[in-house]
């Protein structure tokens, strides 16, 4: 359920959204949750200025003053920008799902510098999108909460017969090279965009994604930004002293993570669903 403020308004455009949770499955619980909405390109003439776009949970609506509004995320984007807006709204889902009568929706407020009305036209936001406000939870079972819930214990250190080469993972924008100036096995950007496979006539959110992938040198001696595993190394020592009998070790994902997709299926029905191993979190050598 939609609903708009005129955007020549003298306060600030927003647009109201409300969302059905009565389907959560049960035994199930939101870990986490995203609203994502659809920007389209704005006025030319001001596709330089700055939009401050801020999404509030309705905390409490009044007959004869303006509702409560709780803060949940921010953006500031260039009015010229196009695609989809992603907010974090798991506070909210979380009220909603502890009461229903919590669940009074989402305020999206557009802003420019001065504070004054957005100059984006109402469609700009929302109208253009195959599903206009996208609410998007993340579920997970009681059982699976409690124990991520609990203080993490202090460890103590443990004894190892591990190789002297701890795992550390540079980060994706470190410059990091091997002795003779090739790169060494690290994260690279790779963005997966389900315009160009040609899928955006079934797939609704998001338009795509950040891959990443895996590439760089394997090469003895492996450092400790390599993340090598202890077959890796003494594959690479091998391969320093036979290189025609043993290959380098190879740079490969070490740890994927999930992505969700709202998309149709054959019959039309719209599907949210959370594909495991889609997103290179860390890379090594193997």
Known sequence: V???RDIFSPKPYWKEFRFDLTQVPTGESVTAAEF?????????????????????????????????LFLLDVQDLRAGTEGWLVFDVTA????????RKYNLGLRLYVETDDGKLSSNPPEAFGAKSPGTGVFIPSFSSPARVTRAAKAPRRRQPKKTNDLPHPNKLP????????????QVCRRHELYVSF????WLDWVIAPQGYSAYYCEGECAFPLDSCMN???????????????????PKACCAPTKLSATSVLYYDSNNNVILKKHRNMVVKSCGCH
């Open 228 to 246: 090598a595993t202890n077959h890796a190394i003494l594959q690479s020592l091998v391969h320093l002293m036979k290189p025609e009998a043993v």
């Open 36 to 68: 994502r909405i659809y920007k389209a390109r704005g006025v030319t003439r001001h596709a330089n200025n700055t939009l401050h776009v801020s999404i509030y949970e309705i905390a409490a609506e009044h007959s004869n003053r303006e509702s409560d």
């Open 92 to 99: 909210a889902s979380n009220h909603w799902l502890v009461d």
């Open 195 to 198: 315009q160009d496979l040609g």
């Open 171 to 182: 980060g994706i924008f470190d410059d990091v090279h091997a002795a003779d100036g090739r």
């Open 2 to 4: 939609e609903q708009d």
